[in-house]
């Protein structure tokens, strides 16, 4: 019989003293995730360093042994950042990969630095870390998108566009008002993103594989270094839960949805048929075959790209869906989704927030759209209740005027107070429509007067703007 050889020593392998054969290639092609869990590198030694210092508090390992692991990782460190760390397919994942070469460096203190852990807490907490750091520069990222539209709804407090329902002119608007929308639907994602953060913010290592360990931990003093809120209050759940990556994969696709509705709209009215806005040539690009074009590229593919994210969602989703307690090997796959939310979510807000202050307006096209419809018709039903008609039967005297206006080609404005009197069949009772009604029949008119929380009219506009200040 041959003597038992340490793996970690020799072969590439954290676990092959219990195998009588080597893996086959292309099982170890399928089964490793170094290719793209290096990503947390920097976290894995992070989460590696705070449970070596907590099992030297606690004497399970040697303060030499401490300060060999620390020496090592420095290193690791070091040769990670100038890239001349070679990372090892036959090593399977960063955690392993890592390892190894901290024992190369430091010798039996290495192999000391998983007593009390496993993969499965190991994996979990790095997860955590990265999203945190990602979570936390994709908040800022939002924040700066906010602020640009904050700042291009002041400028157009005042400037009038057609608001729309169906696609076809509605009301008039203020553009500014339009993009207060905007700014509420990516509140609201920044605070769907403050609270997922909370809930997650919570420490798993401890949990080992799946059970939790026989050594005199102490979780609270790793959850300390490491910045988390608290520890996970069951080492099966701390082990098996990926809720976490499954609500960052919610928000982005919300947000992502509301980008695309944003998207949609910046290609409509960069159209030639709206032209309402222009974008810098930076953020559009040309045709290969007809030299007139310019393309909104940016906008269209962020509506794309939308697509991705829900799939994301969708493959955690399903990736969860059945599994049985604890952690399954199926749990590898939660990466790429995750990782590709992020940088969609991360790529497409920098663009956006760069690009939005850039938008260039064309308030004369804008206005005239507005007159377009008859979108001051409710102004006028509004203006026959103020003087006593009930509204259903304003809305039916407004109703036969508009059906005139069509019938002779022509806005409410154009007729006379005579002909409008008629037109609304109103012409028995002349004390219901007086000559004020044209100043109020005008897009001006129709946005001054609406004022209240919430309203189009400029002044409601400001005072929308001065409140998203003071919540930035
Ligand atoms: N690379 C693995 C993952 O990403 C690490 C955990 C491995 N655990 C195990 N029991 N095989 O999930």
Redesign the pocket.
Known sequence: MSSPKNSLDNKAQAWSARFNEPVDELVQRYTA?IGF?QRFAMVDIAGSLAHAQMLATQKIISAQDLADIEKGMAQIKSEIESGQFVWQLAL????LNIEARLTALVGDAGKRLHTGR???D??ATDLRLWLRASVDEIAITLQALRSALLDLAEKHAGTIMPGHTHLQVAQPITFGHHLMAYFEMFSRDASRLTDLRARFNRLPLGAA?LAGTTYPIDQEQVAKTLGFDGICNNSLDAVSDRDFAIEFCAFASILMMHVSRLSEELVLWLSPRFGFIDLPDRFCTGSSIMPQKKNPDVPELARGKTGRVYGDLISLLTLMKSQPLA?N?D??E??EPLFDAVDTVQDTLRIFADMIPHIEVKADVMKVAAQEGFSTATDLADYLVKKGLAFRDAHEAVAHAVKACVGRNCMLTDLSLSELRFACGLDNRPELIGDDVFTLLTVDGSVQSRQHAGGTAPSQVLAAIKRGRADL
């Open positions: 995730s869990d399977e994942d960063v955690h496993s993969r499965n190991q994996v594989a952690y090997k749990n590898q939660d990466k």
